[in-house]
Each structure stands twice: as structure tokens, then as C-alpha cells.
């Protein structure tokens, strides 16, 4: 069930980890906002790990291997965009349900942030692009390597 690295398409495994992080997201908004809950600033983060281990169990169980390091390289920097992309567009679509409108100073004193100016919310989102590609590759590691013992293990 093997197949060789370069052979192997990761589109199967965005399509679930996209899946995975838009019902996660989904989940963490209503819940919060149907029990009044503040979000904690790691909320992103659990997220993200949380979206991660379906793909990277569908991809062990795909491949019968972990991923190589350029597979972990092109998986994190799509993951980390598609991260970016999604919070972005729910934080956008919060602030319009909340204020009716969508200019920079609604949306990130929304969040706590005040008025801040465009080339800061550049510098945030490229932090966190960073960041996000950071936890995807490092979790791919040990995420992928506890999938690979689950499957070993169920094979005996």
C-alpha cells in the first residue's frame, strides 16, 4: 500500500484537513457565541492542531509512511494559508453579523486590537502565516508517527 513520495498527491489530504478546520471553526464560533465565551488567544492554535489529525491519519493510512520533508514542507505552507484565509474570512464575517460593516477599524477593534493601520495587520498576518506553517510541520512529525503506530497496531 505503499507509494513513492513523488508519486503521492496531497490534494486528498487538504480536502480533509479543510474540512476538518472548517467545522472546528465552526464549532468553536457557536459554541462561544451561544455560551458567551471569550475566545482565549490560543483558540487558533488547538484549532489547527485539532483540524490536523484527520489529514495526516488519512495520509498514513493512504501511504502505510510518515511524510517526507518536502511533502511536510508543501502541506504546511498550504495549511498555513488556507489557515490565514479561512480565520480571516470568519473574523470578517463575525464582525459583519455583529456591526454591519467591514472597514479596518470595526474589524480590529472587534478584536481587541483598537485602531491600528493597515501595515500592522500585514505584519500579524504574516506572523501568523509563520507561526501556522511552524505548528503544521512540527505537528506533521509526531502526528504522523502516532498514525503510523495506530496502524501497525491495528494490523496485528
Known amino acids: 500500500m505503499s ?3 513523488v508519486q503521492t498527491s496531497l490534494a486528498p489530504i487538504f480536502v480533509r484537513f479543510i474540512f476538518a ?10 459554541i462561544t457565541t451561544v455560551l458567551k ?3 482565549p488567544s490560543s483558540m487558533s492554535i488547538i484549532t489547527l492542531v485539532v483540524a490536523l489529525a484527520p489529514a495526516f491519519d ?4 493512504t501511504t502505510g509512511r510518515v511524510m517526507t520533508s518536502g511533502e511536510k514542507l508543501r502541506f504546511s505552507l498550504g495549511a498555513a494559508i488556507i489557515t490565514i484565509v479561512i480565520n480571516v474570512a470568519t473574523l470578517l464575517l463575525m464582525s459583519y453579523i455583529a456591526t454591519g460593516s467591514l ?4 474589524v480590529t477593534s ?11 495587520v500585514a505584519i500579524i498576518l504574516a506572523g501568523s502565516l509563520v507561526l501556522a506553517f511552524i505548528i503544521t510541520y512540527f505537528t506533521a512529525g ?3 508517527r502516532g498514525a503510523l503506530k495506530r496502524l501497525a497496531k491495528a494490523k496485528e
Open 3 to 5: 507509494s513513492s513520495p
Open 21 to 30: 478546520f472548517v467545522l472546528c471553526v465552526i464549532f468553536v464560533q457557536v
Open 37 to 39: 465565551f471569550d475566545i
Open 58 to 61: 488519512l495520509f498514513t493510512r
Open 103 to 106: 472597514n479596518l477599524d470595526t
Open 110 to 120: 472587534g478584536v481587541g486590537l483598537g485602531r491600528i493601520d493597515a501595515t500592522f
Open 142 to 144: 509526531f502526528m504522523g
